[in-house]
């Protein structure tokens, strides 16, 4: 069960998420909203380091955006209450979008027009019998063994909650503190990423290599939405150049051809291995015209944007999924530099 719920500044839970306050994180203090306790005093200006309390305030203020630009259907990849690539990425693609200079700072004009959505940071959500039931089974890394597996489903309950709520397992476990997250009926705190505004069927996707981002275009280039990716290496180059999508396949098993893998391991056979969130394409294939390329998600969301791939474009389980909504078979993609 899902409520929203009126949540101080968690002052003490936060703490340790937020690094020094420098140059490279947002200044701008938060606007008046509804639900939101009074932001902390300032630091004296003499202090050398950020007090605990300032370094919290300013990790719920980033917290609070993550939440409303993953809202705005500008993902900053995994919610972690942090200022990085991927949320600047967010705050840029957003900034643009709104007619705004794409700084990817936190600046009080950004700050203003994310704060037009006045809906909570956080939920409070009971947890299900689902969420708990599992199994949960480490899922190993070697490929040959991840085929002996009969699902690859998650290794804990953080774990599935993570990409239920968009957020990294830390970020959950942070938030509540002494709680069992693998206990049907715990009652836990999660980012409010739920009943988001609806997005029209996309016209065009664009993924830009630089940028590690895909958007989603409406038939006059106007961007829809926008997400972290990881595309690939020096290895296995993205594909540079306008194909399309020959198809959609959610709970993909993956086909593994270590012919196909520059470092596959000696010994590797071809084998399938069966489908699930921790599936190596994760829940969502997206074939491309392109043979063996594709958009899909990954087990692993917090590399996503930060590491390289084989040549396809990743994304996070939960944003593959609702691209995968978005487009069909025929849809333009554009892969550009």
Same mark, same amino acid.
């Given at each position: 069960?899902?409520?929203?719920?009126?949540?101080?500044?968690?002052?003490?839970?936060?703490?340790?998420?937020?690094?020094?306050?420098?140059?490279?994180?947002?200044?701008?203090?938060?606007?008046?909203?509804?639900?939101?306790?009074?932001?902390?005093?300032?630091?004296?200006?003499?202090?050398?380091?950020?007090?605990?309390?300032?370094?919290?305030?300013?990790?719920?203020?980033?917290?609070?955006?993550?939440?409303?630009?993953?809202?705005?259907?500008?993902?900053?990849?995994?919610?972690?209450?942090?200022?990085?690539?991927?949320?600047?990425?967010?705050?840029?693609?957003?900034?643009?979008?709104?007619?705004?200079?794409p700084t990817g700072k936190l600046d009080d004009a950004t700050w203003n027009a994310l704060n037009t959505d006045p809906t909570p940071t956080l939920l409070t959500y009971t947890l299900a019998d689902t969420d708990v039931a599992g199994p949960f089974q480490r899922v190993p890394d070697d490929m040959m063994e991840k085929a002996k597996l009969p699902t690859?489903?998650?290794?804990?309950?953080?774990?599935?909650?993570?990409?239920?709520?968009?957020?990294?397992?830390?970020?959950?476990?942070?938030?509540?503190?002494?709680k069992d997250l693998g206990r049907a009926g715990e009652q836990i705190v999660v980012p409010n990423v739920i009943g988001t505004p609806a997005l029209t069927p996309a016209a065009r996707v664009v993924v830009s290599k630089e940028a590690r981002i895909l958007q989603l275009q409406d038939a006059g280039g106007t961007v829809l939405a926008q997400y972290p990716?990881?595309?690939?290496?020096?290895?296995?180059?993205?594909?540079?150049?306008?194909?399309?999508?020959?198809?959609?396949?959610?709970?993909?098993?993956?086909?593994?051809?270590?012919?196909?893998?520059?470092?596959?391991?000696? &010994?590797?056979?071809? *084998?399938? /291995?069966? %489908?699930?969130?921790?599936?190596?394409?994760?829940?969502?294939? +997206?074939? !491309? $015209?392109?043979?063996?390329? &594709?958009?899909?998600? *990954?087990? /692993?969301? %917090?590399?996503?944007?930060?590491?390289?791939?084989?040549?396809? +474009?990743? !994304? $996070?389980?939960?944003?593959?999924?609702?691209?995968?909504?978005? /487009?069909? %078979?025929?849809?333009?993609?554009?892969?550009?530099?």
């Amino acid at each position: 069960m899902l409520k929203t719920t009126r949540i101080p500044l968690l002052i003490a839970l936060l703490a340790g998420l937020a690094g020094p306050v420098g140059a490279a994180q947002p200044q701008a203090q938060p606007a008046a909203r509804p639900n939101a306790a009074a932001p902390p005093q300032a630091a004296a200006p003499a202090a050398q380091h950020a007090p605990a309390t300032t370094q919290a305030a300013e990790s719920e203020r980033l917290l609070r955006a993550q939440v409303l630009l993953d809202r705005a259907h500008f993902s900053p990849g995994e919610i972690d209450g942090a200022y990085g690539s991927n949320m600047r990425q967010a705050l840029a693609g957003f900034q643009k979008a709104r007619g705004l200079d794409p700084t990817g700072k936190l600046d009080d004009a950004t700050w203003n027009a994310l704060n037009t959505d006045p809906t909570p940071t956080l939920l409070t959500y009971t947890l299900a019998d689902t969420d708990v039931a599992g199994p949960f089974q480490r899922v190993p890394d070697d490929m040959m063994e991840k085929a002996k597996l009969p699902t690859l489903g998650y290794a804990t309950p953080a774990e599935g909650l993570g990409e239920k709520f968009h957020a990294s397992p830390a970020l959950l476990e942070k938030l509540n503190p002494g709680k069992d997250l693998g206990r049907a009926g715990e009652q836990i705190v999660v980012p409010n990423v739920i009943g988001t505004p609806a997005l029209t069927p996309a016209a065009r996707v664009v993924v830009s290599k630089e940028a590690r981002i895909l958007q989603l275009q409406d038939a006059g280039g106007t961007v829809l939405a926008q997400y972290p990716v990881s595309s690939g290496s020096d290895h296995d180059p993205l594909p540079i150049g306008n194909w399309k999508i020959e198809g959609v396949h959610r709970n993909p098993t993956y086909h593994y051809n270590p012919k196909l893998f520059w470092d596959a391991k000696p &010994g590797d056979k071809k *084998t399938t /291995v069966a %489908a699930g969130p921790n599936n190596p394409v994760g829940v969502v294939w +997206i074939d !491309l $015209t392109k043979p063996h390329y &594709g958009i899909h998600g *990954t087990p /692993v969301p %917090a590399s996503v944007g930060k590491s390289e791939s084989h040549g396809c +474009i990743r !994304l $996070t389980n939960w944003s593959a999924s609702e691209v995968a909504g978005l /487009v069909q %078979a025929g849809t333009e993609v554009v892969l550009q530099d």
